[in-house]
Every structure is written in structure tokens, then in C-alpha cells.
């Protein structure tokens, strides 16, 4: 296991301030599932608050609904391939965790595993706006825990020293950018 | 000016799919403004709708509650000083596109003015959500029309041959990561 720990709540926006591609992890009663999202990004700084987008068509939303709650885990390059596995299968067709190559281990507040191999882990607990849900399959959600890598994220920032280190950003088609390379404007 | 072609709407989500930091403009009667944004990414297809969370205290949601649209434009590394000036002072103060050395040139569909030397645009009218508006500072609108540089963005997709011409995505303290490289997962 890599060296992981907490991010201070009001400093957790900044594992998604740069827009990367997240895994978002769900589970209830028994079930439990992974899918790739690219759009996640913060709504509020202290308490934290995150936006989501998810389908309703998706096992995910069926658990997420269910149970109140979820994680949003941050892959980097070197997962890229799975990544893209959860977001081309659905979870109703057998655990795409195994399908896809993915390992979990346990969240701190939440059902909902966390995927191992990622540098950045937010677990939250859904805000309910029905009218939000039903008619954009929009998602606001508290964060509840933050937690990051300590090899990419230390101190408030990113630092990625190798490529395969790197978070993604997702384009379209199977194809991701990396994120680059870091400068002071 | 660059070569600047439409995106067809259902495509413009590509625009931002990566998670690049944005500037969005408003204008309402002879006043206009230009604020950083990195909290703004897509929400649906076709019609294309996006997310953009702007603060209360700004003068651009005056402008934009006045007048119901804004326009998101998307800089690349070139103007990353100039993006990050136009976050950090207010429009109250003056004129802040001439305080930050930011051009305009007019959008096709809403008054605000598109920011010269940007890579993408996406004109926008707003959805009025007021509980959204209100609660959580956060906006849906419509993508009313698109367009892009075609020396970045072209048949649907990015390719950034210099330096220079990559997008942004906003770490803190005036710190940003460039977007790095393209792969296929």
C-alpha cells in the first residue's frame, strides 16, 4: 500500500481543481460498482461540496440513490486502461471491479471501496436535490473525507514526478491527456 | 486573427471535457467583465448544457443575472498571466479586460465579448435554476453556439503542437499545469 494521507478538508477541492478524469465508487447492501467520470468538479470550498454528473440509465446511479453516499477516486496514468475499462461496461453485467482489473480497499465514511492505485480519494455523502437528479442527473454531494497519495499530492499541491504518475484529463474515443507540466503564471 | 471555425453544439462538450480552466464574460448595457473560472464543465450533450459556479459577491453574476447569458472561453498557456490577472482583481475597480491586456472581438449570439487569443468559446444563454442560483452559486445555460481555433481544436479534438498553445487547468497561488500529453489508454 503507498503512503496515503487525510487532506484537510477545506484544501480537498484542490485534487479536483485541475479538472481530472475521476472513478466513482458506489456500493449498497451487497452490491457495489465503478464507473468512469469525467464530469466532477467542486462546488464549494468549507464545507466541501463536489458536483457530479451521473446517467441514469447506470447501476451507479441506482446505488448512489440508494444508498446516499459515494467516493470519487482520482486515477492516475498508469491506470488509464482500466479507467477506460469502467467507463466502457456496466456493472449489471457481473463486478466490473474485476472485470476491469481494479482493486479497492475500505473508505473511512462511506460503504463505497476505494480504488486502489489512484492518488487522490474524496468520499461524499449526497445533498439531496431531487429536481437536480431527476432532471439533469445532477449530484451535489459533501465531501466528507479527503485523502491523496502522498507521492503526487502533499502540502496542497500536485506534484507528479513521473509520467505514469500523472492524472488524466479524458477527451473522447479511448484517447486522455496527461496532466503537464506545472508552471507559475 | 487565428482561424476560428463553428463546433458543431453536440461536439462542444469536447471543448471541456478535459477540465480546462476558463474565462467567462458578461455584458449587460454598456457594462462588461471578464472573471477566471475553473469551475465550469459540461452537463449534457445535445442540446449541449454546462455548469459554471460563480460567486455572489462578483460583478459578473450582476451581468449575468441581468442579462441571462455569458460566454465561456477557453485560454491556452500564452494568456495564463493575463487569466490569471483577470482572477484576481475585480471589475468593479475598472475596465478589467484593459488592466489585464485581454482583447475582445465580438460573440455571434450573446452580448458578452469573446476573449481574443483564447482557443475555444461557448456562447451561453442561462437556464434559470434560482434555488441553484441562489443556494449554491451554481448556474446550468445553454450552449447556444460554439467555436474554436482550428490550429488547437479541429474535427473534434485538441492537438497542441507548441508549448504555448496547450490549455490550462488551475492548480492555487498562481500556480496551473499545462495539458500535457495525448495518449490512447
Redesign the interface.
Known sequence: MKNIESVPLPKSY?LL?????TLITSAHGDRRNVMAA???????FDPP?V?A?IDKNTLTRELIEAAGEFAINIPN?AI??Q??AAGSRSGRDGDKFAACGLATFPARRVAAPLVAGCVGWLECRVVAEP??QQT???F?AEVLHAAADTDAFSA???HFDA?AQ?TI????G????????????
Not at 38 to 44: E, K, N, S, Y
Not at 169 to 172: E, L, M, P, R
Request: proline residues 4%; hydrophobic residues 45%; contains cysteine.
Open positions: 484542490l481543481n485541475h479538472g481530472p478524469t469525467a464530469w466532477v468538479m467542486p462546488l464549494d461540496k458536483l454528473v496514468r488509464a486502461a479507467t477506460l429536481r437536480n439533469y442527473d445532477l451535489i496542497g499541491c500536485w509520467a500523472a484529463h479524458y477527451q473522447a479511448g484517447r486522455f491527456f496527461s496532466t503537464g507540466e506545472g508552471f507559475d503564471a
